[in-house]
Each structure stands twice: as C-alpha cells, then as structure tokens.
C-alpha cells in the first residue's frame, strides 16, 4: 500500500499512467501495434516508431514552453512560429522541380531557427520589457505570424523537391531511426545540460513561485522573463524545420496547427502547474509522448483532425481543475459530504488575504 | 505658455477618452487617404459596407469588451462564431426546424457556453485564458463534428433576411446585420454607461478588491461579462451567417483577435475597468477600412490586414503600458504637488 | 459624549495556528473618537476586520446601540451603519468622484442611472466636508489626501453612524492631516462613533479622548487620553512595565564598532517614502532602526538595499559614492538584506531549504557560474548547522517549515553571501523565544567576530538594547535621535520616540 501511494504521488504517475493506458488501448485495438520491420534500406519502421517521429516536435515545443508556463508566462503563438520557421526554410530552399537548393540547405536551417528566435525576442520584449500579458503578446503574434508566413511563401504552398531536406523527417540514409528522434534527444540533452550546469532553472522556478522575493534576492526577473521567451522561439523555429520536412512543403495555413494546445497540454499532463513555479521537463517530454499517442489514437478511431481538439480541450479543463485549489477544497469537502458549495460573494477574494494579515 | 501647453498635454494624455480620439483621427486620417487614392472611396456606399461587411465583429467586439472590461478575456469568441454558423446551416438544411427557432436556440447556446466559462473562471479561480481558449478548441472542434464539410444554407427565408437591403436616403442602402449591429452597439452603451450592473463591471475591473469591500456583487457579474460575451459571439455569429450563408469550420478563424485588437484600438484597457463603446465602432471600422484599402488595391493579399492589425494592436499596447507608467509616477508626486499649490 | 454606540464583548478569532484575538473588549459612544493602538501582530486590523463583517468570529458578542449584530459582509457592516476607510483607500481610480461615493446606490431616473443628480448630491456632500472639486472627473486626477475625503463621503452619505479610519494619515502631510482632523471633529459633533487607527503618536493625542491598547491579541486597556503619559503608553504596547524596565538594561559584551566607516548615508530621502536620514555605520558594529510601526525603519533598509532610489542626498560606501538602484548592485557592494515580510519578501515556498539558502549567492554569481551541487549542499550543510536550522532534510520545501526555522534559513541565505553590511528587519518576528536569542547573539557575534556591520530593526525593545551598540531613533519618517554607549535604555529610547511632552 505504501509502495502505492508512493508511485501515484509522483509527478511522473499522471503522464505515465495516461500514456499506460493509450499503448495497452491500441495494442488491443490495432493489429500488429508493437511491430517493428526493418526495411531494405536498414530503416526501422512500425507504429511505435512512428509515434516517437511525430512526436519530437511536440517534445521539442513542450521543452520551450515548460520554462514559459513556469515564469506564470504562457505562449500560444508557438503554431505561428512554426509556420513562419517552415516558411522561411523552405523559401530559401526553393521548390525547384529539379530537386536544387537555392541555398545552401545549412544556411536555410539556420535561418528558419533564426527566424524563430526573432520570434521569441519579440514577445519576449513586450511581456518583460512592456509588461504585456503574455496571452495577449503572444496572441498577436499568433494571429498575423500565420499572415507573416504567407508573404514569405508569397501565398503558395512551396514544396521541396531537393533531397536531404526530407532527411529531417524521415532518416538519413544509413541510420536505422528517424533523425526526429535524435533531434529530439539532442534538444533534451541541451536543456538538461542548461539545467544542470547553469543556474537559469532556478532562477525560472523562483521568478514563478514568488517573483517579489526573487527581485529581493538580486534576481534580475526581468531578464529570466526574456530569456525563456526567446528559448520558446528557439524551440518552435526547429519544430518548424521538422513539420515541414515531414510533408516535405511549407503549408503556411497548416503547419504547427493547434500544436500550442498540445504543447500546453502536455506540459500541465507532465506535472508543471500552469499557474507557474516549479516544472517538470521528464513529465513534459513524457506528456508529449502521450498527447501525441493520443493523437495517433484519435486519427486510429477515425476523428478527423478538425475534431480532435474538442477531446484536447477537455483534457485541458480537467487538468486545470485538477490543478485548482478551490476545486481540491470543494471536491475533499463533497468527499465528506459537508455540502459547501463554492464560495459565494463574501470569501471570493478575502480567502488569500485572509490569513496573513492577522 | 510652455508650460501651460505641457499641462494641457499632460491633460490629454491622461484623459481616459485619449485613444478613442487617436482612433478617430487614425480613422478620419486613412479615409482621407482612401479618398486621395480611389475614386470609388467617395461613393457613401464605400461607408455603408464597413457597417455590412464588418456587422459581425462589431457584434462579438461589444461582447469581448464587457470581458475586457472586468480585466478578463475570451478567446472562444471566432470558434462560438463558426459554431453558431454550422448549426445554423445544419439546423435549417438538414431538419426542418422554422428559422425563429433556429436562431433561438444558437443563441441559448451562446449563453451556455458563456455561462459554464464565467463559472469554471470564477468558482475555481482557474485563468480566463485557459479556460477561453480550451473553449475556442472546443467549440471549434465541435464546429467539424457536426460536419467537415461546408453546409450551404439556402434556406428561402433565410436567404431573403440576408439579401434583404434597407435604403438609406437615396444615398445608399445597409443590410439587416447592419441594424442589429447599431441597435447591440446602442445597448451595449446604455447597459455600460446608465445600469448598476454596466457601472458595477467598471469597478470589478479598476479594482476588485475595493468593489468586494463596497459591497457590489462581484461574483455575478463576474460570470454575467462571461454570458453576454458568449451571447454576442452567437449573435455575431447569425449575422455572419447571413453574409456567408454557409456554415464551415473555418468561418471567424482568428476573430479573436480582430475583436481584442478592435476593443484595444478603440480606448479598452487590457488591465480592466477602462472601455467606451464607440471607441470599439471606431477600431472595428478601422479594420474596415484596411480591408477596403486592400480590396480596392487588389494586388495585396487579404493576410496584409491580419498584419496590420497586429501592428496596429501592438502599438495601441505599447501607448497603454507607457502612458501607464508615465500616470503612476505622476500620481506618486500628485500628494506633494497638491500641497504646493 | 453620549449613548453608548457600539459594545464588543469577549471577542475571539482564531486563524490556523495563530490565535489572534483573545477576549477582546471595547466600547464606543456616540460623538466619541476612540484609538486603537497597538504593534504589528496585536490585533487591531484584525478586531476592526471582525466588526466590518470581513471576518466572522469565533467568539463574543457585538452589540450597535443595545441590538445584537453579527455582520457576515462589508455590505451587511454598511446596513448596520457602520462604514470603513482603509488606509489604501478602497476606491476605484478608473470611476469619477461622483461614482464612487454612489456605487451601487446611484440615484435612478425610469430605472436608468441619472448622472446628473449623482453629480449634484456628490458634490453637496463634498461641500459640507469643506472640499470643492469636480466630481465628474476620475479619481486618479486627485491626490491620496482628497482621496480620503471621497472615502469619507461615502462612509457618511451610507448613514453612518460608526466611521472607521484605518491609518488614514499615512500618505498625508501636515497641512492635509489638520484639514482631515477638523473634518473629524465636525463629524464627531454630528454625533458619529469614530474608530481611529494610527501608529502617529503625536495625531492621537492631538484628536482623540480614548486609547484602546492591544498586544498579541489580547486587550492591554482603555485609558482616557488626558490621564495617560506617553511614555506609559509606548510601555503599555510594547509590554514593558516601566519600573521593571531599568532592570533590562544589563547587556552582555556587545560588540565595539571600529572606527572605520562602511557605509555613509548623508542626507538621503526618498518622496513618499523618508523624509531624511543621515547615518554612519561603522564595522564591527551593531545598530539599531528603533520607533514605531511605519517610522521609516523598513524603507530606510530598503534605499540601502536598492529596493527604492533615493530622491536626494548620496550614499557612500567604502568611501566611494555609490548608485544603489538595485538589489543587484548593492549586493556587489557586499551589502544583504533580509526582509521583514518573510513570506512575500523572502521565502520561494515550494523550493528546497538549500535551494532558498543558496539563492542570494547564486544570484550573485550569476546564470552561467552555476554552483556545483556539492558546493550546495556543503554551503546548505554549514548553514544549517551554524545557526541550528531544524530540518529533516534540507531538501525539505521551505514552505513545511516553522516560521522560526523558515527565517534562519532566510538569514543563512544572506550570510551565505558573506557581506560585509547585513541589515536584518524584524528578524525574531513571530519566532519562539529561543530562537530570538539563538538570532540575537549571532548578530552580535558576526559583529565582533567578524567585523561585520549588522543593522537590527526590530519592535521589541529589550532586543535591540542587549544588541547594539549605537540606536537610531525614528519618528513620522524623521530621524530624531542617535543614542548609544551607556545612554542606551529602554526609557530614553521611549522617550525619543515619544517626544512632545512625555
């Protein structure tokens, strides 16, 4: 019994037990789930193997807003970042029919995860700088980003013919796994390894949980703010160059589509509260794992893409419930049937106060 | 006399009126150039199609601003639009249900889902944006449940309230979503400026402390900004059906933001408890005339207006924050300065 | 005076953990205006809250004018007729003059809101408290002084018959503060019941006829004015009996400050804020910020410390004139500070104890020179060893630990930054006795052992005295009297902070 409570109370419980739950679902459901062949070329290939290719750019999105949602921060311009990031990649590229680059495909990379760090430097300025809400800053970019990402594609969707830029999305030849993955690992060594041997995790969490003592402490908050800002941008610009690598295209309409409520999704699924403070990037990468099997589950029973978000949108509210300490308060309350409803015009905004000013 | 001129400056500046008259000079400013540009701008009916093709956004602009105005949110608005459309469509096509009833009931609905966001963001302290924006999946989401396809509506009753054109004049001639984007326009200002409850939102958005602590009923109008927000999305939504006569999981697509950059452009504060109604008409139909700009330009992509807008948006913001700022450090002295006078 | 008012027997309020009123009387008559003092953590916004329907109590009876009354909202406070005017003025700088004393009471025309008899009546009630402005106009267009007038308003035009004034002079001057009392006194001869806060020693003698003292929560006395010395009072709230006062004064070995001076504050003041201040603090020494409760202790620290900018005068540091705008830049002046309001100011609840104590030091030595593990837990380790931090485990949450034990873990952040300026606010408060002393020797050990310059606020008296060497008296955000060596005791200290006639 011990044991027990021990394993649910960890923060990784949720996202694992949901991510549980969808494998045993498609095992049952879905014929020759846990198969994996191997091609003639040495490629691995299967639906597990699948899973993990689509779902490295929601990883590598999640890591970036992970440390946002801990400043108490939100991005949801992160969709618009990636179409603006595949735009300009494939612009630089070109959609030459004789399968050419126009330019060098490094420099192409480079400049489409450029482009989404300028992405994450502007928002970044209006909410530390300017002190937007961050809902706000990042809505507008999120609505003329997509506008953004039409002028560079100049209103076509421009598919690329030139070999090696499919390599992102599938594999170089002569690897056995997808190069998504390795991407994917690459970008959760960096973190850790930003984590572990700079001090920029703990000045995130502290900025979260109590900015006032932070400042007291000599933290330059304003700063931290920027920074996880610019690193969401960073994040969504080598999402953007492996969408469009995995349909070989920029599609300005549809790339990155809805991914910034699957990145929020699986960061709140992972353990960190979206009211900010503490994170959890394991739990971010495994809730990413998770919504993206989610996904594959969905496509599987025949929800269309359009649909899905509805399933994805009551996730979110009961993660946030979850998350609510009115709700905890009012649920234990039902649990000992003492019938208090939620709190009426009195307590609504003493409760907070209420103790400390004794 | 310089420093006169800086006092009335500072007047200015700090007048709560002071974006609703940047916006109407901004306004007055591009249609002049629209005049100089086209020859076709001179034509009234150019003015009369801001009020047509805009009916919509003017409509859940009224809504999102009482959500603004309590320092809140509401993203759902373009996705409740979309959904409004494609029960509309569904309704009139696929069943025989008369049209009063149809509307009815696509409103209602709007009030629902208003009414379960206002409650789950003020029973359990959860952030407006969450909760708005899991609401715009949601309902979007549902949007494509109900069909993926595009519904025509062809309806004849319908399609006669939508063709209907009510002459202005002589000069010109305006469409039934016109009209009841004035008349919501009108209300929206009466319940805003002459009711306990429109005066009541004010203080809940300058501060919400003090508004408990006089006693105003905090918690109901909380919710309420939340309904008439989801009531105006729907309604906007019936109009938009008519101009579209369609339903389609696209329509209102970034709505959203047209609304809140609208609000913003016409003197809404983001923090709260600052708003003036026909600082809203202004923004949207500056957004009007953008498109019209593009429209009569014809070689710009309709995207160019989402960009401008951002910008636009984006620089009402930046005033708001600076001019804020500029405010507090003025008042922090303004105990001094009173003395010295 | 007249009738009996108001009546409050045996009142009790209990938080979690904390009792904070303990069988509280008071009593208040009509055309009466009645003090409430006491220190931080006595009880009056607590007592106050209990009769304005913010809290419910856990105890007593409240009586208004013989009728019993158990108001369960600030509206239902407000039907009793009993109206409040907080400090932070509780209005709403976006709505006009007139709105704000009508909210949710406008006059109505057809059921629409008639703004011009609104404006009318606002203004008439404005006049007769001797206030003449425009009442169309926002809020935010006047200052906190006739701000408070507004409040006042209201209170009155909601027929009140009990006003609450919540330190109302906080942000006012001189002249602002006469025209508030003469305000006052035409309300009291209307025959109002007013409840006046104020830690302004020389305000209360000035206006009120009662004094009604609390301490921990518990009901110290009520004394007419004009038979209580202001010396007695000042020993009535800090607990001190006069007479056994003389015996406190035997010290340990305090530390002797060197002649060397660390930090010179010459002249500085801040708008709003401080009014002057000019202060040398030597090494090795132990100073202490004495006065009362919004004196200018806290913000004098917090100019050091750059959490404010001084308006005027300069500060110098080692004999350079330096520019303290930010915490930051202070720190590299080997300056630290530990706050007064430890859960806003200083704890990050859900990190660990090392995380906390390390903090200030990482900080320092910013993002990319991230400190090893090791050195963490060896530094967290030392920490909590030193100054007998209890911990299970020092991976514990900060949050699970006992105030006393949180602000050790506070202090140890600071001391981890090894400076040569350490400025503690209110360090023991809320804390057990054992640790207060554990915290009052060490400041007096850092100074003499390490020649460190400990800056030591506190409200209990006896603490300060066994610690410095050298007490800057405060009073109104004035600087009023520098004591140190042998004139160190409780009663000349008492008496700078009292002044007037004592």
């Keep these: ?358 | 006399m310089n420093s006169k001129l800086r006092k009335l400056l500072n007047e200015a500046i700090s007048s709560q009126y002071f974006s609703f008259f940047v916006t109407v000079i901004l306004f007055l400013v591009l249609y002049a150039v629209g005049i100089m540009t086209y020859k076709g701008f001179m034509r009234p009916q150019v003015f009369f199609n801001l009020f047509i093709d805009n009916a919509a956004l003017i409509i859940v602009t009224i809504g999102i601003t009482f959500t603004l105005l309590t320092g809140g949110i509401d993203l759902s608005v373009g996705a409740v639009v979309a959904l409004s459309c494609m029960i509309l469509a569904s309704l009139l096509q696929n069943t025989g249900v008369p049209v009063p009833v149809a509307v009815l009931a696509v409103l209602l609905l709007g009030i629902f889902i208003g009414g379960v966001q206002g409650y789950l963001i003020t029973a359990f302290n959860m952030q407006p944006f969450i909760v708005t924006l899991a609401g715009m999946f949601f309902c979007r989401g549902l949007t494509a449940v109900i069909s993926r396809e595009t519904i025509s509506i062809t309806n004849d009753f319908y399609v006669s309230i939508a063709s209907e054109r009510i002459d202005i004049f002589g000069l010109g001639f305006i469409s039934i979503g016109a009209v009841v984007a004035l008349l919501s326009l009108f209300i929206a200002a009466i319940v805003l400026k002459y009711t306990k409850f429109g005066r009541t939102i004010f203080a809940l958005g300058g501060n919400a402390a003090s508004a408990s602590l006089m006693g105003l009923p905090v918690f109901k109008t909380r919710i309420m900004v939340y309904v008439i927000s989801g009531f105006c999305a729907a309604l906007g939504g019936v109009v938009y059906s008519w101009i579209m006569l369609s339903g389609y999981t696209l329509h209102g697509l970034g709505m959203e933001m047209d609304a809140i950059a609208s609000s913003v452009i016409g003197g809404t504060l983001l923090t709260g408890g600052v708003g003036f109604i026909p600082g809203t008409l202004f923004g949207v139909l500056i957004q009007g005339v953008i498109l019209t700009f593009i429209t009569f330009q014809g070689t710009l992509s309709a995207w160019w207006t989402k960009i401008v807008v951002g910008a636009l948006l984006c620089i009402f913001i930046i005033m708001q924050a600076l001019i804020t700022e500029r405010k507090s450090k003025l008042s922090s002295k303004s105990s001094i300065e009173a003395a010295k006078q | ?502």
């Design chain 3, 1 to 502: 005076m007249g009738d009996l008012l108001l009546e409050m027997r045996q009142i009790d309020k209990v938080f979690p953990g904390v009792k904070a009123l303990s069988g509280v009387d008071f009593t208040l008559r009509s055309g009466e205006i009645h003090s409430i003092m006491g220190e931080n953590g006595a009880g009056k916004s607590t007592l106050i809250k209990v009769l304005t329907g913010v809290y419910p109590r856990d105890g007593g009876s409240i009586y208004m004018e013989g009728k019993p009354i158990a108001p369960r909202t600030p509206k239902e406070a407000q039907e009793e007729g009993i109206s409040t005017v907080y400090q932070e003025v509780n209005l709403c700088a976006n709505l006009t003059v007139a709105e704000n004393i009508f909210i949710g009471r406008q006059p109505t025309k057809h059921g629409f809101i008639d703004w011009k008899q609104m404006n009318t009546r606002a203004q008439e009630l404005l006049q007769k408290l001797n206030v003449d402005i425009d009442v169309t106009k926002t809020l935010d267009h006047y200052s906190v002084a006739i701000q408070q007038m507004i409040a006042i308003a209201r209170s009155v035009d909601v027929s009140a018959k009990i006003l609450i004034l919540d330190e109302p002079t906080s942000s006012l001057d001189e002249q602002e503060t006469q025209k508030l009392f003469t305000v006052i006194r035409r309300l009291k001869k209307q025959g109002m019941g007013i409840i006046f806060i104020s830690h302004f020693l020389e305000q209360i003698y000035d206006l009120c006829e009662k004094i009604t003292i609390l301490r921990n929560g518990e009901l110290v006395g009520t004394y007419d004015v004009a038979k209580l010395p202001r010396v007695e009072l000042i020993a009535k709230m800090i607990g001190k009996d006069l007479s056994a006062l003389k015996d406190f004064d035997k010290s340990e070995e305090k530390s002797v400050p060197s002649a060397e001076v660390f930090l010179d504050a010459k002249n500085i003041s801040c708008i709003g804020k401080l009014n002057h201040m000019d202060v040398k603090i030597h090494k090795g020494e132990v100073m202490g910020f004495a006065g009362l409760l919004g004196s200018g202790r806290t913000e004098t620290a917090e100019l050091l410390f750059g959490i404010n900018k001084i308006t005027a005068g300069e500060i110098v540091v080692n004999g350079i004139k330096m520019s303290l705008d930010e915490p930051m830049k202070a720190m590299q002046q080997k300056i630290a500070f530990c706050p007064e309001d430890r859960k806003q100011q200083g704890v990050i609840g859900d990190l660990s104890v090392r995380e906390n104590i390390i903090l200030a030091l990482q900080a320092k030595d910013g993002i990319f020179h991230h400190i090893p593990l090791k050195e963490q837990i060896i530094i967290a380790d030392d920490c909590i060893k030193l100054l007998n931090i209890k911990v299970s485990d020092r991976e514990q949450l900060i949050k699970n630990l006992s105030g006393g034990n949180q602000q050790k873990a506070i202090i140890a952040r600071w001391l981890a930054t090894n400076p040569e300026l350490l400025i503690l606010d209110e360090p023991t408060r809320g804390i057990d006795v054992g640790t207060k002393n554990e915290i009052q020797k060490m400041a007096v050990t850092l100074a003499k052992q390490k020649g460190m310059a400990v800056v030591f606020i506190s409200s209990e008296m006896d603490e300060m005295i066994r610690t410095c060497s050298k007490l800057i008296v405060l009073r109104d955000r004035n600087k009023v009297a520098e004591i140190e060596g042998d004139a160190i005791s409780s009663e000349n200290v008492m008496r700078a902070i009292a002044g007037g006639d004592a």
């Design chain 1, 1 to 358: 019994m011990e044991t027990l409570k021990k394993i649910t109370a960890s923060p990784l419980f949720l996202p694992l037990f949901a991510l549980a739950v969808l494998l045993i679902f498609n095992i049952i459901f879905v014929d020759g789930f846990l198969t994996i062949e191997m091609t003639d070329d040495g490629r691995l290939y299967g639906r597990l193997i699948d899973i993990l290719n689509r779902s490295s750019s929601l990883i590598i999105l999640s890591l970036g807003m992970t440390f946002v949602i801990a400043t108490s921060g939100i991005d949801i311009s992160v969709g618009s970042v990636i179409a603006i990031s595949s735009a300009v990649c494939c612009t630089l590229i070109g959609g030459s029919g004789d399968g050419t680059a126009e330019y060098p495909m490094i420099l192409a990379m480079l400049a489409a995860v450029l482009a989404g760090v300028l992405c994450g430097v502007w928002n970044g300025l209006l909410v530390a700088k300017f002190k937007i809400q961050p809902v706000v800053a990042t809505l507008i970019l999120m609505t003329a980003g997509r506008g953004i990402a039409q002028l560079i594609t100049e209103g076509q969707i421009i598919t690329v013919y030139y070999k090696p830029f499919a390599y992102i999305g599938s594999s170089i030849p002569g690897n056995i796994l997808p190069t998504t993955i390795f991407i994917a690992i690459a970008m959760i060594l960096l973190v850790t390894f930003i984590i572990k041997k700079t001090s920029i995790g703990l000045f995130v969490q502290s900025v979260g949980i109590n900015s006032t003592a932070s400042r007291f402490t000599g933290i330059n908050v304003t700063f931290v703010i920027f920074l996880v800002y610019a690193f969401s941008g960073f994040c969504a610009g080598v999402s953007g160059l492996i969408e469009s690598s995995l349909i070989r295209a920029a599609d300005a309409n549809n790339a990155g589509l809805n991914m910034e409520m699957d990145a929020i999704l699986a960061v709140a699924l992972g353990g960190t509260l979206l009211s900010g403070g503490k994170f959890n990037i394991g739990g971010s990468v495994i809730g990413a794992i998770t919504i993206q099997t989610l996904t594959t589950t969905m496509y599987a029973l025949g929800v269309s893409s359009e649909q899905l978000p509805v399933i994805k949108a009551v996730a979110v509210i009961i993660l946030c419930l979850m998350q609510s300490s009115k709700f905890r308060i009012m649920f234990n309350n039902w649990k000992s049937r003492n019938k208090v409803g939620p709190q009426g015009e009195k307590n609504f905004l003493m409760d907070e106060k209420a103790v400390n000013k004794a």
